[in-house]
């Protein structure tokens, strides 16, 4: 992969286990991040957790490549906040098409800060106001916020949320949306998520 990702113009640093895989992130500040499942003395999914918990990799791509392909182990992945779960075996041509589409999904999107009575939603800071107080959510809990918001009172199916928020190349269930409605309503303490039976969800205040 190292050798695939070079040739297409990518600089590329490696790492033989998450402690490292850490401390270079930390140093080098790279675009892209992969990781493996199964990592010697921190998983991936725990190195996921501590890089997200950090601003400076709030707008990190983040991507599992890894054998691990039970729904538990992709559901973790994904809520700790990566961007994409790829399975093994998978063709250098693929994972390279991957990479590239969610970076160009990365530069299309369109950056503002919405306000509405008692709320502030800032992607910049990836930080959500609610009565002039600041609520953290993880990666993926804001970026589904962000995406209901920006058209209040729409109806968003649910196959479109997890093709605008996971990507349409990414296997997920619907219980993964339902546990990431919940985490944002139990976070933001105001009920402005509604949901629509049988449909998708609504943001309303």
């Known amino acids: 992969m190292k050798y695939n990702l070079t040739g297409e113009g990518y600089e590329v ?9 850490i401390e270079k992130a930390r140093r080098t500040q790279p675009d892209l991040v992969v990781l493996d499942v199964m990592m010697p003395r921190k998983t991936g999914v725990e190195v996921c957790q501590i ?10 791509l983040i991507i599992f490549l890894t054998a691990v392909n039970d729904d538990g182990s992709q559901i973790r992945g994904l809520e700790t906040g990566a961007d994409d779960y790829l399975t093994k075996p998978v063709s250098p041509k693929v ?12 530069n299309k999107t369109e950056v503002k800060t919405l306000e509405m009575e008692n709320i502030k939603i800032d992607p910049e800071r990836f930080m959500v106001q609610v009565d002039g107080n600041d609520i953290v959510l993880a990666k993926k809990e804001f970026e589904l916020l962000y995406l209901l ?3 209040p009172g729409r109806v968003f199916l649910r196959n479109e949320i997890l ?8 296997i997920v269930g619907d219980r993964t949306i339902d546990v990431h409605i919940r985490k944002i309503r139990q976070k933001l303490g105001i009920d402005c998520v509604t949901t629509v039976k049988g449909v998708g969800y609504k943001f309303e205040l």
């Open 13 to 21: 640093v490696t790492a033989k286990d998450g402690d490292e895989a």
């Open 51 to 60: 890089l997200r918990a950090q601003a400076a990799f709030k707008d990190t």
């Open 95 to 106: 994972f390279i098409s991957r990479v590239n589409a969610l970076f160009r999904r990365l």
């Open 149 to 151: 918001a920006q058209k």
């Open 163 to 170: 093709n605008q928020v996971w990507g349409n190349d990414v």
